[in-house]
């Protein structure tokens, strides 16, 4: 052969072998390899309803099963499972991935998978997903894995394995209650005296009351607050020995029967090397267990610490329609007739929209104002005014709202009554409970007795280029301001009085013609002397010209009220409306137009 033919041979074979080891190989091996490098492909977290964890081999094993979306350790004791912590570790085991892989070991003794460390099995629907976890790679930075029945040895990073707990403990839910999927309407608390407290829950007004050692309002905000606490205080542990009381401290009835108990909590004595670590024990879960006293500590105390001093514990939103009786006045009822706006009717025919100010005061005050602590449970209530609705000072029902096709349903009763034994205190007692409260007089005062104090506060409104004279009347004397025909203040003829400083006269007279009461104080004829009209003898007329037309509105003055402000009335429809007047508005009518003593006095 040739040394050309030679040389040709050479060169074809050498592109053969290149061939092969750069494109047939490489093909081949990543044929062999999976494009998707998860340790356990096709693994759901959200589908996986059991968990079984072989331990050392065989020699250990911890079972968990999910059921109605709740899962619970069932080997080797049964035990609510943390179900945080199994989401965690699904996920981590659902992102696993490895790094490379180890195809037809000769040894699998040599990787830990004969007696594997762990063997976990995740039930995900008809699928079975077991995975061997063997020996820590020789670096230590690697973990060898295997899926039953493979020819495969996976070699991954360990990250998931710090979650796969040895010991079932770890494995436990620490909630120490879960109220929220836990039914019950009473609260039974006994204190270590034996002393017993009940709490019941309304479900129409969703609020607590108390029904022992008395009958009256709990304050469901404090309540509330504890039972998140302690829905929210972890178990810290799990004890071996120790001792609990023969009663428990809490006791969760679903209804008013004393045997038919949803759940539990006796508590023991303080750890000696923790003081701040109890003993405690459940219905359910059973079995001992360590948690802080800090949530436990409120529930020892008095009955009276979870007595709510507040008229009413809602939210005023919740407020449909209140109706208001008592003793010589004329009933009426408040109803909301769309967000904001509430409409007043009286049994005398008489209705009216509501002021809206003080429609908020007025709710605000009955979820704010606080009574003072009751006195022992009653039997004879005529001391108090409380002895009859009827009688009552006041009574206050209130309604809740109800559907399209529902009448309002009763929220609460409220009745107040004046005592018959001086010094004169008025009291106050809800509707179903048996202890007499105090409020003191000046919150009492912020709750309307009479229709006429929620009517409209706006006096009148006009413009102060509408008015032409000024008219004013104190102790016999009389005053008339005018403009002339340029709009032009003039001062009364004859009188040595100043002359009108027409800022102030304009902007006093844009006040007056905007005019609304403080308060309303009275309506009708008043008692002789209350409000000092007589004695003040002081009125102001200001002459209006509208539209060709001409009107005289007139408001009288008295004496000062307790808050600061002027008493006034005006005239509507033949009845008088007193009211307490705004005081910086008086100030400025004193300036602009009072008449000098020095003139009153001289006639």
């Known amino acids: ?16 072998f290149a061939f092969i080891y750069f494109v047939e190989h490489p093909a081949h091996v990543a044929a062999s390899i999976p494009a998707d490098q998860s340790v356990l492909p096709g693994l759901d977290p959200g589908k996986v309803t059991s968990i079984e964890i072989q331990i050392d081999g065989g020699a250990r094993m911890l079972r968990m099963e999910k059921s109605n979306e709740l899962w619970q350790l069932t080997a080797p004791v049964p ?5 945080r912590h199994i989401a965690v570790l699904l996920q981590q085991l659902a992102q696993w991935q490895w790094d490379s892989v180890i195809e037809n070991p000769s040894s699998w003794e040599e990787y830990g998978l004969v007696q594997d460390r762990y063997t976990i099995s995740l039930r995900q629907g008809d699928d079975l997903h077991t995975l061997k976890v063997g020996n820590i790679s020789p670096v230590g930075d690697k973990v060898y894995v295997s899926l039953l029945g493979s020819h495969q040895v996976f070699v991954a ?37 034996g002393n017993v407290m009940k709490l019941q829950l309304d479900p129409n007004t969703v609020l607590w009351k108390m029904t022992d050692p008395i009958a009256a309002r709990a304050d469901s905000a404090k309540i509330n607050d504890l039972l998140t606490r302690l829905q929210n205080t972890p178990v810290v542990g799990f004890a071996v020995n120790g001792a609990l009381p023969d009663k428990p401290l809490l006791t969760f009835l679903r209804d008013a029967t004393e045997t038919n108990e949803a759940n539990e909590l006796r508590v023991g004595a303080s750890l000696s090397n923790s003081p701040d670590l109890v003993v405690a024990g459940r219905l359910s879960p059973p079995g001992l267990i360590v948690i802080s006293n800090a949530p436990i500590l409120p529930w020892q105390s008095d009955y009276t610490n979870f007595l709510d001093r507040h008229l009413i514990s809602v939210s005023p939103d919740t407020i449909a329609s209140i109706a208001v009786e008592g003793r010589g006045i004329e009933n009426f009822t408040v109803r909301n007739t769309e967000p904001g706006l509430w409409q007043v009717t009286c049994t005398n025919g008489e209705w009216f929209p509501a002021d809206k100010a003080l429609m908020t005061n007025w709710l605000s005050a009955l979820t704010n104002i606080q009574v003072g602590k009751g006195t022992s449970p009653q039997a004879v209530l005529t001391p108090y005014g409380l002895d009859h609705p009827a009688s009552a000072l006041l009574h206050y029902k209130l309604y809740y709202a109800g559907s399209p096709l529902q009448t309002n349903a009763p929220m609460t009763d409220l009745l107040f009554g004046l005592g018959t034994n001086p010094p004169a205190q008025i009291y106050e007692m809800g509707n179903g409970e ?48 005018t403009r002339d025909t340029n709009g032009i203040w003039t001062k009364p003829v004859g009188y040595a009085v100043d002359e009108p400083f027409q800022p102030a006269f304009e902007e006093t007279l844009a006040g007056v013609g905007q005019l609304v009461a403080n308060y309303w104080s009275g309506y009708g004829d008043s008692p002789v002397g209350q409000f000092g009209f007589d004695q003040a003898d002081y009125w102001i007329s200001f002459e209006l010209k509208r539209q060709g037309q001409m009107e005289t509105n007139t408001v009288q003055f008295g004496r000062g009220s307790p808050y600061l402000h002027q008493y006034a009335c005006v005239l509507r429809e033949g009845r008088r409306l007193s009211f307490e007047f705004p005081a910086d508005l008086y100030a400025n009518i004193e300036q602009c137009w009072r008449i000098p003593p020095k003139l009153w006095r001289n006639r």
Not at 1 to 16: G, N, P, R, W
Not at 79 to 83: D, E, H, L, M, R
Not at 459 to 481: K, M, P, T
């Open 1 to 16: 052969m040739s040394t050309k033919s030679t040389a040709l041979i050479v060169a074809f074979a050498a592109l053969l």
């Open 157 to 193: 990073k360990p990250n998931a394995l710090g979650l796969i707990y040895k010991e079932d403990v770890l494995w436990r839910d620490r909630t120490l209650l879960n109220l929220n999927s836990t039914s019950f309407q009473i609260l039974k608390v006994t204190s270590t005296n």
């Open 434 to 481: 048996t202890t007499v409260n105090t409020i003191d007089q000046r919150s009492f005062d912020r709750l309307p007795l009479f229709y006429w104090q929620l009517r409209d506060r706006a006096i009148w409104q006009f413009q102060s280029n509408e008015v032409v004279a000024i008219a004013i009347h104190q102790h016999g004397c009389d005053l008339r301001y």
């Open 79 to 83: 035990y609510p499972a943390s179900a």
